[in-house]
């Protein structure tokens, strides 16, 4: 089967299972509905490893023609694309997107059917999961700007629809609906700032698509003012900022926690939070323009400070997806840097490691969850791991892999990042290694709280304690391989000699602009010395971690206990009283003020006024309605000495 129809059904195939079961999935049993939304995305998957082996070139599939504007081929005497095309583009960048969108996507679908087997909306939710999943494939397939904003708010109506998918919920209903809303509206804003970059693109060159644009700056040299490239990169990295959660448009993603668990792996972990990166590398021709430098910079620390910030965060977190959440966060700040550094090869193997490991975290905790009676708060729990082993070892792996444990995929892949720091600035990697150091902090606590020590819960929740179905477990166990191997895709030359950075060299051969960006690595001393450090720095808080929680049986304090550096911790650095009262209170006082306004003084007055004119006319006119007959005939004689004045008057 040719390149161009497979791709087609990767795309076809998740809005299949969506108008599947959102037309008749109510009226059918719930093993059928999720083995639809399950089964179309392993096959999507399938097709998608298909077009992996025989992807040797880059390739636009057309589809259609959305909009011709042939009379406006010329503004302001420059030529213009008057086509606006539904095209996908098959390269090296586009498929790996699409292998991790499919292939975890389909793990998670697969977990999601034991996790929500009895939900009342198990048909919605299916509905709507493989929805998400088909405006994240126009997103990373669209060969140009217009087909990426498609799918990037296809995704965002996606995410609201399942961040507040418990809406409808007794006692937490309301916050699933504010949580929902709050991510909507907090996206818009970066949204608009990638609607207005894509204005911008429009009027520089006279065109949306990527290889259209590529050209005019790689090959016929086209320079664009300083500032006219500065403000295109930096409306891009505005919408970056809001999807990916950076400062200050982060807040929204931990409360997007209200969500199914399986969503949180989903969108949180392995898809939609890493568009924003994704934009970057593809528009990376742009941002390495002379023009584009301050850009960068500004992302680089963005990222940094949103790195430190969301670790420092989730240090005293007790909410098992919230401290996820916020290492979300922190991770999504590393790859800024990283993409302000240059180094997007690296940055798309992080994501790609990150995908597995964070979906496993995740899932891990729906799995914590599921056997703790729907309890995530960490202080109820303990000693799990004689309850759920299986949970328990895939969890192990996962924490091991994010903290940069040896030879885990986490390891590599940070280490790629640091060493581009290293080659930057001694400064940034050092404040890098303050967060990594923290990340390891936060997640041994998190997992020794979780699975050592005496069960800290009721005796009811004790009694019902069990492993997760197989249909929870496979995806666990699945994650966890790939987060033991995912390192080897682009292992360094330390550990190599030869066939190293295969990752990199895959992408940078068939991405246009990434190959013509000239990679740095260092020698193998730098490197083992780097990792040294890193394998020091991660084995002695693992061992300090153990002894505090595991040795002395430490408890995490009650959230009343804490002072100092733990309270600003657990109260996310107030970051969401601030917005509050920087941002709500004086937009609600604004709305109640200009609600009296509008209605006491405008409605009002108006509606009265208008009701009092017609009330006083009415009573002049009543005047004239007296009865009596001799008033009548003056009134009729005065107007007939009237028409007879007017008519003389006229001829």
């Not at 970059?197 to 003012?225: R, V």
């Not at 994704?278 to 680089?300: H, K, W, Y």
């Not at 996962?398 to 790629?416: H, Q």
Request: hydrophobic content about 50%; charged content about 10%.
């Amino acid at each position: 089967m040719a390149v161009d129809q497979l791709i087609v059904m990767i795309l076809a195939l998740p809005l299949l299972g969506a108008l599947i079961n959102g037309t008749i999935g109510k009226n059918l049993p719930k093993q059928i509905v999720g083995s639809i939304a399950t089964i179309v995305m392993f096959t999507a998957f399938g097709l998608a490893l298909m077009v992996f082996n025989s992807n040797n070139h880059q390739q636009v599939v057309h589809l259609f023609t959305m909009l011709d504007l042939e009379d406006f081929k010329f503004v302001n005497g420059k030529l213009i694309d008057t086509k606006l095309d539904a095209s996908l583009v098959v390269d090296s960048l586009s498929i790996w997107m699409t292998l991790i969108v499919t292939g975890v996507g389909s793990l998670i679908h697969l977990f999601s059917m034991g996790y929500m087997s009895h939900d009342k909306g198990y048909y919605k939710f299916f509905t709507y999961l493989n929805l998400f999943i088909f405006a994240m494939l126009i997103l990373v397939l669209g060969s140009n700007y217009f087909m990426l904003f498609f799918g990037w708010e296809g995704v965002g109506i996606c995410s609201y629809l399942l961040i507040g998918f418990h809406y409808s919920d007794e006692q937490k209903g309301m916050l699933n609906g504010l949580a929902a809303r709050k991510a909507f509206i907090m996206n818009r804003i970066g949204d608009l700032g990638l609607l207005i970059g894509m204005f911008l693109i429009f009027f520089q060159f006279g065109t949306l698509d990527y290889f259209g644009i590529a050209d005019q700056i790689l090959i016929e040299n086209i320079s664009p003012t300083t500032w006219m490239m500065f403000g295109i990169t930096l409306m891009l990295f505005i919408g970056a900022t809001g999807k990916s959660a950076q400062i200050p448009l982060f807040t929204w993603l931990p409360d997007a926690m209200a969500g199914p668990t399986p969503v949180s792996a989903l969108i949180h972990a392995a898809t939609m939070v890493t568009a924003g990166i994704f934009l970057v590398v593809r528009s990376n021709f742009m941002f390495e323009t002379p023009g584009a430098q301050a850009t960068q910079d500004i992302m680089l620390y963005v990222g940094l400070a949103t790195s430190l910030a969301a670790a420092f965060m989730a240090m005293r977190q007790n909410d098992i997806k919230k401290v996820l959440a916020y290492s979300t966060v922190s991770q999504l700040g590393l790859l800024f840097v990283a993409l302000g550094m240059g180094a997007y090869t690296a940055a798309m193997f992080h994501v790609t490691t990150h995908a597995f490991f964070k979906a496993l975290l995740f899932l891990g905790s729906g799995s914590v969850i599921h056997a703790m009676s729907d309890e995530q708060d960490i202080r109820k729990m303990g000693g799990l791991k004689k309850y759920i082993p299986i949970t328990h070892m895939t969890f192990l792996i996962g924490t091991l892999a994010i903290a940069g444990f040896p030879l885990l995929s986490g390891f590599y892949s940070k280490d790629e990042i640091l060493a581009h720091a290293v080659m930057h600035s001694p400064v940034i990697y050092g404040i890098l290694m303050v967060s990594v150091a923290m990340t390891a902090i936060y997640m041994f606590r998190l997992y020794f709280l979780t699975f050592h020590g005496t069960f800290r819960g009721t005796e009811e929740v004790k009694h019902h304690l069990h492993e997760s179905p197989k249909s929870m477990t496979i995806p666990l166990l699945v994650l966890a391989v790939l987060s033991l191997i995912g390192g080897a895709l682009n292992l360094p030359g330390v550990i190599l000699s030869k066939g190293t950075h295969w990752m990199s060299h895959f992408l940078e051969h068939n991405t246009r602009g990434l190959e013509l960006i000239e990679t740095h690595h260092l020698s193998n001393s730098q490197a083992m010395l780097l990792m040294g450090g890193a394998v020091l720095m991660t084995l002695i808080i693992l061992f300090a971690t153990f002894v505090v929680y595991v040795k002395k049986n430490s408890v995490a304090k009650a959230d009343e206990e804490l002072r100092g550096w733990e309270l600003l911790s657990n109260k996310k650095l107030y970051f969401d009283e601030i917005y509050n009262a920087l941002f709500v209170v004086p937009v609600e006082w604004i709305s109640v003020k200009s609600h009296q306004f509008i209605e006491m003084f405008i409605l009002n007055k108006s509606i009265t006024g208008f009701t009092g004119l017609i009330g006083k006319s009415g009573d002049l006119v009543r005047r004239w309605q007296t009865g009596v007959v001799s008033s009548y005939l003056l009134w009729m004689v005065i107007g007939i000495i009237g028409l007879v004045v007017y008519y003389l008057i006229k001829f």
